[in-house]
Structures are given as structure tokens and as C-alpha cells.
């Protein structure tokens, strides 16, 4: 299987991975693009219900694409030599995911479907779905 490599540009050494209240720290060029969307929306990001949403937008986002971060063929390592024979498909049908359009950024929604032929080996199935997370948690055509 061929898995793309964590890009370079997630690498940010110089922000610590918590800050002081134990959130996700936001670098300021971040916050200030959230703030510039909400002032080209038509709204003001000084108002009271606004101040901490850049914040809580960018740490959102960073949840959103986690999959960035981590390789879906972790979750493949782990096999099965004990098959018994098993020559059929192994199949996880309708297993729930959330990503985002890479072209607008928009909310996708729906179901997936995971079928393998097992060879000499077997992954336990619920592997299969880590394996749709990992990858919906990036930005999708």
C-alpha cells in the first residue's frame, strides 16, 4: 500500500504542543486569517460573542485534518497468521465518517465500505475503520 508521508508544513517545532490552559496553542498569523474571514463575512471579530472564536476555529481545524499527522498503515501492522482456511471477503460495510472538500473546505458526511481477500493473513476489522478515519481527517477530493 502506498500511504502519502506527513507534509513538511505540519511541522511546527516552534509551538509547543499545549500552551499554559492546556489548549492547543494558535499561532498569530492563524488567528488573524480567521479574524480577516469573519471581518469579509460582514461581521466584527471585537465583538464579545466573536473574541475567542478565531481560536476555537483554528483548533477545530487542526482536529479536523489530525489525519495529516499519523499513517493509516499503523493500524495494518498488526496481522493475523491464524485464518483457519479463511479464503472469503472480509467486509466492514457503512462505517461513519466525517472529512472536508478540499476545494471549499466544505462538510462531508457519509458512510464507507472496506472489502479485502485475505491471503496468508488476516487485520482485526476494527482496524479497517481507523484506517477510513486516518484518511478522512484530511482534506478530500
Known amino acids: 500500500m502506498n500511504f502519502v508521508a506527513r507534509p513538511p508544513f505540519l511541522d511546527t517545532p516552534d509551538v509547543p504542543p499545549v500552551s499554559d490552559d492546556g489548549k492547543l496553542p494558535v499561532p498569530a498569523d492563524v488567528t488573524r486569517a480567521i479574524e480577516t474571514l ?9 465583538r464579545e460573542g466573536l473574541l475567542d472564536t478565531p481560536k476555537r476555529v483554528a483548533r477545530a481545524w487542526k482536529e ?14 498488526r496481522t493475523f497468521e491464524e485464518v483457519g ?4 471477503i472480509v467486509l466492514l460495510r457503512d462505517i ?4 472536508h472538500c478540499e476545494h471549499h473546505m466544505a462538510p462531508i458526511t457519509g458512510k464507507a ?3 479485502y481477500l485475505p491471503r496468508e493473513r488476516v487485520v482485526g476489522i476494527s482496524k479497517l475503520a481507523r484506517v477510513l478515519n486516518g484518511y478522512a481527517r484530511r482534506l478530500q477530493v
Open 64 to 77: 479536523y485534518c489530525s489525519g495529516y499527522g499519523e499513517d493509516p498503515a499503523v493500524h495494518l501492522s
Open 113 to 115: 465500505s472496506i472489502a
Open 96 to 99: 461513519p465518517f466525517q472529512s
Open 85 to 88: 482456511g479463511y479464503d472469503e
Open 38 to 46: 469573519i471581518r469579509w463575512v460582514g461581521d466584527d471579530p471585537a
